[in-house]
């Protein structure tokens, strides 16, 4: 019966950050007013916003216009229910579980809106940060993420001396305390590493056509995969320096 309740529940935050990934951006109240169809600005009745299904039995369409309604929605709901469930079986708590589904859930709505609008909300990066101070033991996390914030401040300093230009955002700074307070010292520099590692081929292929990528939806996917396999990776790093 828990995973059920936790599987609505991330169906339900899913529809809710479709919702936050569209207005957020453009600075629009998240409450009002109530969902409508952005063409032909008809109020939705509430049978109209079930998470997956209302999309599916609409053929994807607006049901007053018939305008047709991005894939997103459907995708965001199904990914932040998968997040919840993994959180779910690997959490060692019902309250660890909580805590980290609204932590990756806000993280995948900030990757969401890096990736289309260029942009990290204050508005939901900090409240992240709190978040991840709640992942593991309070004072260890937050000591985490002060080395870690200390550490890209530093990095960032460097690279931009070096290369004469502004190098990575204020933004990443904070995400990186967060993958700190998250997982630590050893696993939180595997989650970077791994994020870089998975951004090099995108942004090689991206960079040809003349795209940007932001960084964040890379350390957030780092920070995940490290989080899920954290025993597996650090029995490979015990191997490598053990």
Not at 7 to 30: C, D, E, M, Y
Not at 170 to 198: C, F, H, K
Not at 210 to 234: A, S
Request: proline share 4%.
């Amino acid at each position: 019966m828990e995973i059920i309740f936790f599987t609505i529940i991330g169906l339900a935050v899913g529809s809710f950050l479709n919702v936050v990934i569209l207005r957020i951006p453009k600075n629009q109240s998240i409450s009002f007013p109530a969902s409508h169809c952005p063409k032909c600005k008809s109020k939705l009745k509430f049978y109209h916003n079930i998470p997956i299904i209302s999309w599916i039995l609409l053929g994807g369409k607006c049901a007053y216009c018939k305008e047709k309604i991005s894939l997103q929605y459907p995708l965001v709901e199904f990914t932040t229910a998968m997040i919840f469930i993994i959180t779910f079986f690997k959490s060692e708590t019902l309250l660890q579980a909580g805590i980290l589904s609204a932590l990756f859930s806000a993280l995948f709505a900030l990757s969401m809106i890096d990736l289309k609008h260029k942009a990290v909300p204050d508005v939901i990066s900090f409240p992240a940060l709190f978040i991840s101070f709640f992942a593991r033991d309070f004072l260890s996390s937050f000591s985490d993420a002060l080395l870690f914030a200390g550490g890209f401040t530093l990095l960032r300093m460097i690279v931009s001396w070096i290369i004469k230009k502004e190098a990575m955002g204020e933004a990443d700074i904070i995400i990186a305390a967060i993958i700190g307070a998250t997982l630590g010292v050893n696993l939180g520099l595997s989650a970077i590493y791994l994020g870089a590692l998975i951004a090099i081929p995108a942004f090689l292929i991206v960079g040809k056509r003349g795209f940007h990528l932001p960084f964040i939806p890379f350390l957030t996917l780092g920070l995940f995969i490290t989080w899920v396999f954290d025993k597996q990776i650090l029995a490979l790093l015990d191997k490598i320096y053990g």
